[in-house]
């Protein structure tokens, strides 16, 4: 049993350029969540999907970003016209709905630096 | 809406050393519980968690917390900290449709010899 994967791990990109994320979820969990993180800062939610559905988005989530999670499998993240201030690590996290074992597994996540 | 209030942003203990990290949620409706740890430059793993039942709550790596509804209270405690315990250490609450997380500002767990 794989755990959740994100790539790229890092991402180093020149303001106003276009990013894009992946996570892939463990096996057969259906709800996927994106968090970001700033520095010193816990995890704020951005938006998250039960299965291909997004079915809630914060309002964090300004109109450059978008989120996708074609037939409910791996999900991407973009980020388009970068600002310095999206600058952050971006945290996926990925359950299983079941009663109890709706624990969210997170991924590694992938650190942004805008220049 | 729910909130988490960590009052410690850093606790310096001496390894073997017994510790106890804060945590006091805000909530109108029930919710669970969740302590994450997370180290340097990687995501977060789930220590415990407390759903319903048994307000004492045993985790991974000798951890445990206790559910206070009263005190809207959930502190995480160890009783003999290692090295490799430093970390940051997150506190979440989420409602019972476990639709988000919503995470403390974090305590940073200084274990020294």
């Known amino acids: 049993d794989t755990g959740v994967s994100q790539n790229p791990r890092h991402k180093i990109t020149k303001r106003g350029q276009n990013v894009t994320f992946r996570c892939d979820p463990i096996?057969?969990?259906?709800?996927l969540y994106w968090y970001r993180q700033t520095l010193g800062q816990g995890p704020e939610f951005l938006t998250y999907f039960q299965n291909e559905a997004q079915l809630e988005k914060s309002r964090l989530l300004s109109d450059r970003f978008s989120a996708e999670r074609p037939k409910g499998s791996f999900s991407t993240l973009e980020i388009q016209r970068t600002e310095q201030g999206d600058s952050a690590m971006y945290l996926c996290?990925?359950?299983?709905?079941?009663?109890?074992?709706?624990?969210?597994?997170f991924g590694p996540g992938t650190r942004l630096t805008v220049l | 809406a729910q909130s988490v209030t960590q009052l410690d942003s850093q606790v310096p203990v001496f390894e073997e050393a017994p510790v106890e990290l804060r945590c006091n949620y805000s909530s109108s409706v029930s919710v669970y519980l969740f302590w994450y740890v997370q180290y340097p430059n990687q995501g977060l793993q789930l220590l415990l968690k407390y759903l319903s039942g048994s307000t004492l709550v045993k985790g991974i790596n000798g951890f445990e917390a206790e559910f206070n509804k009263s005190q809207t209270s959930f502190h995480l405690r160890k009783p003999s900290v290692h090295i490799s315990d430093t970390a940051e250490y997150f506190c979440?609450?989420?409602?019972?449709?476990?639709?988000?997380?919503?995470f403390g500002t974090g305590t940073r767990l200084l274990v020294s010899p």
């Open positions: 096996s057969e969990h259906n709800r």
């Open positions: 996290a990925s359950s299983s709905r079941g009663g109890q074992t709706d624990t969210q597994y």
């Open positions: 979440a609450v989420s409602d019972r449709g476990f639709q988000k997380l919503v």
